[in-house]
């Protein structure tokens, strides 16, 4: 099993829908939750990051974070074309951060 | 200021060639951490610096050494590599070592080893 698992995609959606990205990881131990927004080509930028159970937001995005579940989402309302790009979902592993494959969001006028 | 820069941006290299990819970061962080990610893959991790010291190598290629001059520097030195070695290469640092999550990366240095 891997330690962080996300959907590969490609999920479409069009503009001004919600975009909703799913991770589960498998180390219950695991502490802190990051979600990485890449453009093709370029270097990650962190967007958001939870560290208690419930849901954090931060303008357009809302992370969820479900411990129980070992659950961890990200939801893009109101999403854009210029929100296509692969998502990673990363996890701390004592003092590593532990990377999901990403899923790819296209968002289509 | 909350940069990593890297130079170079891209880079093609000959398998028998000696080169060096640099990392610089200004925020006073104390770790720093070389990454390598292939096409559609996530970044794996290849070495972590804390305090200018190395404190973990994934188990990575000895073609591939890293080095810390101080602890805004970061060099990657590469030597007879191989074609699969070619991928985007990061750098990426924070906080301390305990703060591995807040990290901010570099723009990357695109490497093709012909």
């Known amino acids: 099993q891997k330690e962080v698992e996300q959907n590969s995609g490609p999920l479409s959606v069009p503009e001004g829908a919600i975009a909703s990205l799913n991770c589960t990881y498998s180390?219950?131990?695991?502490?802190?939750f990051f979600w990485y927004r890449q453009y093709s080509g370029k270097s990650p930028e962190l967007i958001m990051f939870?560290?208690?159970?419930g849901d954090k937001e931060d303008g357009r995005f809302t992370a969820q974070l479900n411990k129980a579940s070992q659950y961890v989402s990200l939801l893009i309302r109101d999403s854009q074309p210029s929100d296509s790009a692969t998502y990673l979902c990363?996890?701390?592993?004592?003092?590593?951060?532990?990377f999901g494959t990403g899923t790819r969001l296209q968002v289509f006028p | 200021d909350t940069e990593v820069t890297q130079t170079p941006k891209h880079l093609v290299m000959g398998m028998t060639n000696k080169k060096s990819l640099k990392c610089e970061q200004h925020?006073?962080?104390?770790?720093m951490y070389w990454y390598k990610q292939k096409a559609k893959k996530p970044p794996e991790l290849m070495f972590v610096?804390?305090?200018?010291?190395?404190?973990i190598n994934e188990s990575v290629p000895s073609r591939f050494s890293p080095e810390c001059p101080n602890s805004s520097l970061l060099n990657l030195h590469l030597h007879a590599l191989q074609p699969e070695d070619s991928a985007l290469y990061l750098c990426?640092?924070?906080?301390?070592?305990?703060?591995?999550?807040?990290?901010?990366f570099g723009p990357g240095t695109r490497l093709t080893v012909t």
């Open positions: 990426a640092s924070s906080p301390s070592r305990q703060q591995s999550y807040e990290q901010y």
């Open positions: 180390d219950r131990g695991s502490q802190s």
């Open positions: 939870i560290y208690s159970n």
């Open positions: 990363a996890v701390t592993n004592t003092d590593k951060l532990i």
């Open positions: 925020m006073g962080h104390r770790a």
């Open positions: 610096y804390s305090y200018e010291k190395l404190s």
